[in-house]
């Protein structure tokens, strides 16, 4: 039995003729993304809009403090100044002096910057969150600029003295019968600024603080600041599309394929060319059909039919089918090639070089199979254990 006499030409051949209809339509579908994909790239546009950065504008605010010593120590020469420390002591150090310096850069033109200095003292009461008990606020200074160019500063001094306010604390706790809270000394810097960049106008505000906070002989100093800022100004312009040359040449490529191949499998579909030797074509559909039952079949040599009733099963599918309903194995007789299934005293054979019927044809219940008179040592018609008139056991039984 030639089950693996098939080449590998053979066997697309006939794999490409049972498809031919879902082979030619995978081919068109190809070539029609392929066409697709290539006319968008010669049909697009040739340029598309972006947003671009043109210009930019940068602020930025420090608060800057220090303060002179008032008389010789073993620590500090009197008139040293000290700058910018988390600590200051109140008996040597009262004053708190400084700057509030705001800078901006970019494409900006100059601009007009406005900074007023407040003097806040309060109490606040720290929980869940910060609750502020009393305060009590003054201007110390308000400067304006209105051409501040890029790269420039803009500088507005203060100077304040510490134990003063601590003082001014103490009478208004007093004069509130109260010392709750913490007290605070805050100078607070307000600036608005305004400029133009690249022919649009920008506006903005900034607040910056100093929080100082007495502690009997010393205060704690810390700045708080917006940090530096980018504003920048953008327009949409026009850029050119370079076409992607991998859709281009790859559209057309697949267009090209897929026409070729769907013209090609036509051809040869209508020239015969795919057709396969009918002996061929069993070979190779009994090989696809023994590996599908692989676990139903067993090798073996199987005896001659002897009294056997014997029943033809036109498939091996059928044959299987017949097996599992009896629940026994398919041998395959490795002297004749043939299918066996022994149940009892019925034999059923698939034999795959009679040349009847399709290998995969439909069955019938238990294959389709047709019970024929044995041609070696079995049983004849009249035999008396056949029955009265009764016909041999089929498939169905």
Sequence with gaps: MPTDDA?????????????????????????????????????????????????????????????????????????????????????????????????????????????????????????????????????????????????????????????????????????????????????????????????????????????????????????????????PVTERVAVPVEPDPVARYGGLLAALVGLVGAGLVAYLDRAGRLDVDPETRAAMELARDRDSFAEWISTGRVPPAGDDRVVTVDSLAGLVDVAIDSERRVVEDTDSGTFVVLDGGTRYEFRPDDGGGDVLGPVDGHGGGTETAPSDGGRPADDPLAGDGEEPPSADE
């Design 7 to 231: 080449t590998t030409s053979q066997r697309l051949r006939l794999r490409i003729a049972s498809n031919v209809a879902a082979v030619t339509a995978v081919c068109l579908l190809l070539a029609a993304v392929g066409g697709f994909v290539a006319a968008q790239t010669f049909t697009g546009p040739d340029t598309t809009t972006e947003q671009r950065t043109v210009a930019t504008w940068t602020t930025d605010g420090e608060l800057r403090h220090g303060a002179v010593v008032q008389r010789d120590t073993r620590a500090f020469d009197a008139g040293a100044v000290l700058r910018n420390r988390s600590v200051y002591f109140s008996s040597v150090t009262p004053t708190l002096n400084g700057s509030y310096v705001f800078r901006h850069s970019g494409d900006a033109e100059p601009a007009t910057v406005r900074t007023d200095l407040r003097l806040v003292v309060r109490a606040v009461e720290v929980g869940e969150g910060e609750s502020v008990l009393w305060r009590v606020s003054e201007r110390v200074a308000s400067e304006r600029t209105t051409s501040l160019s890029p790269g420039d500063e803009f500088a507005v001094p203060y100077e304040f003295n510490v134990t003063a306010q601590s003082e001014l604390a103490e009478r208004v706790r007093r004069e509130l019968g109260s010392s709750r809270g913490e007290v605070q000394v805050r100078l607070v810097a307000d600036t608005a600024v305004s400029t133009t960049v690249a022919g649009e106008e920008f506006a903005g505000d900034r607040t910056a603080a100093l929080e100082v906070t007495p502690r009997g002989d010393s205060y704690a100093v810390s700045a708080t600041t917006a940090g530096q800022r980018r504003e």
